[in-house]
């Protein structure tokens, strides 16, 4: 799980390093990073198609797994159910109100920042330090 999970911080760091510098041509920020995931979603492609073609004879290696039929349950009865749950409501809440600070503050930051006299630009230097 956490070679899994690392790829996250990993990329955020990346970003927090190159962003900055490219923000004065805000267009080059959105095709590096788009060139980069199509490239990533190249290469995981073919990685899997390779491995698809290959499965090992000892079951040690990839191979699709069949998994038992289940009883169809009703979309309405599942919606129903998420709708009227008090678990369900406390992280729709919980959700909402992480994500309204979060993005306030990635509003508001830049402003700050500027208000604080630093410069954008070298920025990401000081973020990527933890």
Same mark, same amino acid.
């Given at each position: ?9 990993? #990329? ?21 990073? #788009? ?19 290959? *499965? ?11 998994? *038992?039929?289940?009883? *169809? ?23 909402? #109100? ?33």
């Amino acid at each position: 799980i956490a070679l899994v999970t690392s790829g996250q911080n990993i #990329g955020t760091l990346i970003s927090l390093l190159s962003a900055p510098m490219m923000a004065r041509d805000w267009q080059a920020i959105y095709y590096s990073f #788009g060139i980069v995931g199509l490239v990533w979603a190249l290469a995981f492609g073919i990685f899997l198609w390779l491995q698809a073609d290959r *499965p090992s004879d000892d079951g040690s290696g990839w191979m699709p797994v069949s998994l *038992p039929e289940k009883e *169809p349950r009703s979309t309405r009865k599942v919606m129903l159910q998420l709708l009227t749950s008090r678990a369900a409501w406390a992280v729709y809440a919980a959700h909402f #109100g992480h994500n309204w600070g979060w993005y306030m503050l990635l509003t508001w930051m830049p402003k700050y920042l500027t208000t604080l006299g630093i410069r954008l630009e070298g920025i990401g230097w000081y973020a990527a330090v933890p």
